[in-house]
């Protein structure tokens, strides 16, 4: 009788051997995947499956005609034919709806500049047409049957506040461009600050001025829409603040931070941006006389056509020709001051003696009429019929904020102080 050990060591290497026998399959398939099989080999492994597959039918193919998209700019002297032409528009109905319709007005008024789109067909037909219109409304015209349809919807309003700095390297111009400042924006800080600074002669290189403006943009699309809501301006070591506060029901102003008005009575510069190529003398050589005479005025050097405005509210007294002025408007203010611009090359329309004008009102273009050697404006400025010089007469102040306005001024200029304040700090920043 064998020990029961030896009887337990016998069952166990046979039942290793029933587990080697039955795995040989399992390390015969292992071994197809390692390497590739001999041909015997693979006809002992290989098997072979059937089945009935029911495969999706594929779906039959959609024909569809191509469309085509084109976009144009509304240019000068367009007509809706003319433009429908540049987008590849064959269609004689589209053409005449558009033409004619009153609802498609607004396409025949359109601005030079302003986009169309439209849809075409392979035959290139219309589809649809889009644009936005002058006041900014979206509007979709498409075919309907034998009509159009035409679909408006006002557009997407909104307003924000922006910031801006700049520094002077020659003129105040060319910093509000290199800014990337909106014109209308570099107009308003040019009148805000036209008062104190005469931006023909006071500016200095390495002058600064910083910007909060509210900008209104109109689908997403900057409009003419702009206000300074806060500017600093820093000349020649001077620093001058000015803050937007709506002082009455209809509007508002432009206030130092103690409530004193920015606008003066007048402006300095009759024209926006020039030079000045004569200034006030007792004792100039003529140009055009050729002998020595007074010049009671101040010539501003610009091209012809150049917009001129009146520097101050007042009452037309002269508009049209007289002497060496040639064409000339004469106005008067308050009582006690005339202003004179002469050599016009025409006048603004409609204007007429006893009109009242507003001061930054268009009042003429600058030309060369009457005694002038070349395109100008002359300006004189009278305190009681008596010449002075415009570029040294103390102006008088405007309206300052009143005693029951104050407190309400402080309240609604703080947080603008406060953002000045940090336009400026950051800009040091900058600088260091």
Request: proline share 5%.
């Given at each position: 009788?064998?020990?029961?050990?030896?009887?337990?060591?016998?069952?166990?290497?046979?039942?290793?051997?029933?587990?080697?026998?039955?795995?040989?399959?399992?390390?015969?398939?292992?071994?197809?995947?390692?390497?590739?099989?001999?041909p015997?080999?693979?006809?002992?492994?290989?098997?072979?499956?059937?089945?009935?597959?029911?495969?999706?039918?594929a779906p039959?193919?959609?024909?569809?005609?191509?469309?085509?998209?084109?976009?144009?700019?509304?240019?000068?002297?367009?007509?809706?034919?003319?433009?429908?032409?540049?987008?590849?528009?064959?269609?004689?109905?589209?053409?005449?709806?558009l033409?004619?319709?009153?609802?498609?007005?607004?396409?025949?008024?359109?601005?030079?500049?302003?986009?169309?789109?439209?849809?075409?067909?392979?035959?290139?037909?219309?589809?649809?047409?889009?644009?936005?219109?002058?006041?900014?409304?979206?509007?979709?015209?498409?075919?309907?049957?034998?009509?159009?349809?035409?679909?408006?919807?006002?557009?997407?309003?909104?307003?924000?506040?922006?910031?801006?700095?700049?520094?002077?390297?020659?003129?105040?111009?060319?910093?509000?461009?290199?800014?990337?400042?909106?014109?209308?924006?570099?107009?308003?800080?040019?009148?805000?600050?036209?008062?104190?600074?005469?931006?023909?002669?006071?500016?200095?290189?390495?002058?600064?001025?910083?910007?909060?403006?509210?900008?209104?943009?109109?689908?997403?699309?900057?409009?003419?829409?702009?206000?300074?809501?806060?500017?600093?301006?820093?000349?020649?070591?001077?620093?001058?603040?000015?803050?937007?506060?709506?002082?009455?029901?209809?509007?508002?102003?432009?206030f130092?931070?103690?409530?004193?008005?920015?606008?003066?009575?007048?402006?300095?510069?009759?024209?926006?941006?020039?030079?000045?190529?004569?200034?006030?003398?007792?004792?100039?050589?003529?140009?055009?006389?050729?002998?020595?005479?007074?010049?009671?005025?101040?010539?501003?050097?610009?091209?012809?056509?150049?917009?001129?405005?009146?520097?101050?509210?007042?009452?037309?007294?002269?508009?049209?020709?007289q002497?060496?002025?040639?064409?000339?408007?004469?106005?008067?203010?308050?009582?006690?001051?005339?202003?004179?611009?002469?050599?016009?090359?025409?006048?603004?329309?409609?204007?007429?003696?006893?009109?009242?004008?507003?001061?930054?009102?268009?009042?003429?273009?600058?030309?060369?009429t009457?005694?002038?050697?070349?395109?100008?404006?002359?300006?004189?400025?009278?305190?009681?019929?008596?010449?002075?010089?415009?570029?040294?007469?103390?102006?008088?102040?405007?309206?300052?904020?009143?005693e029951?306005?104050?407190s309400?001024?402080?309240?609604?200029?703080?947080?603008?102080?406060?953002?000045?304040?940090?336009?400026?700090?950051?800009?040091?920043?900058?600088?260091?």
């Amino acid at each position: 009788m064998l020990p029961q050990n030896t009887l337990l060591h016998a069952h166990k290497m046979k039942l290793r051997w029933v587990i080697a026998l039955s795995t040989l399959p399992l390390l015969g398939v292992v071994t197809a995947f390692g390497i590739m099989p001999q041909p015997n080999d693979a006809a002992e492994i290989r098997h072979t499956f059937t089945s009935d597959l029911t495969l999706p039918s594929a779906p039959e193919a959609i024909e569809t005609d191509p469309v085509y998209w084109h976009s144009e700019r509304v240019q000068r002297g367009d007509t809706v034919s003319e433009l429908l032409r540049r987008m590849n528009v064959q269609d004689v109905a589209a053409d005449d709806f558009l033409r004619r319709a009153a609802d498609a007005h607004s396409l025949r008024q359109l601005r030079p500049g302003r986009s169309v789109q439209v849809r075409t067909s392979a035959d290139s037909h219309l589809l649809a047409l889009s644009y936005i219109d002058n006041d900014g409304n979206q509007t979709v015209i498409t075919p309907a049957g034998d009509r159009f349809k035409v679909e408006t919807q006002p557009g997407l309003a909104e307003r924000r506040i922006l910031v801006q700095t700049g520094e002077i390297s020659s003129t105040l111009y060319d910093a509000t461009d290199e800014a990337d400042l909106p014109d209308n924006v570099a107009n308003q800080l040019a009148e805000i600050f036209g008062g104190d600074i005469d931006f023909h002669r006071d500016l200095r290189r390495g002058d600064k001025f910083s910007i909060l403006y509210e900008q209104s943009y109109l689908n997403g699309e900057p409009t003419r829409n702009a206000r300074i809501l806060a500017a600093e301006f820093i000349n020649h070591g001077r620093t001058l603040q000015a803050f937007y506060f709506q002082n009455t029901q209809y509007g508002g102003d432009y206030f130092s931070p103690d409530g004193k008005s920015m606008r003066k009575a007048f402006l300095r510069s009759p024209i926006e941006f020039s030079r000045v190529s004569s200034g006030f003398s007792n004792a100039r050589f003529h140009p055009v006389l050729n002998r020595w005479r007074a010049h009671k005025g101040v010539d501003y050097a610009a091209p012809i056509g150049t917009r001129v405005r009146a520097t101050a509210d007042g009452v037309v007294t002269v508009v049209g020709k007289q002497g060496g002025y040639g064409n000339v408007v004469m106005l008067e203010h308050q009582g006690m001051y005339q202003t004179v611009y002469g050599h016009l090359s025409g006048f603004a329309g409609g204007i007429h003696r006893g009109q009242r004008v507003s001061q930054g009102e268009i009042i003429g273009f600058v030309g060369m009429t009457g005694l002038a050697s070349g395109p100008h404006l002359h300006y004189e400025f009278k305190v009681g019929g008596v010449q002075r010089d415009p570029l040294k007469v103390a102006l008088p102040d405007g309206k300052p904020i009143g005693e029951a306005q104050q407190s309400a001024f402080l309240q609604a200029t703080d947080s603008l102080h406060a953002r000045l304040s940090l336009l400026r700090n950051t800009r040091i920043a900058q600088l260091d």
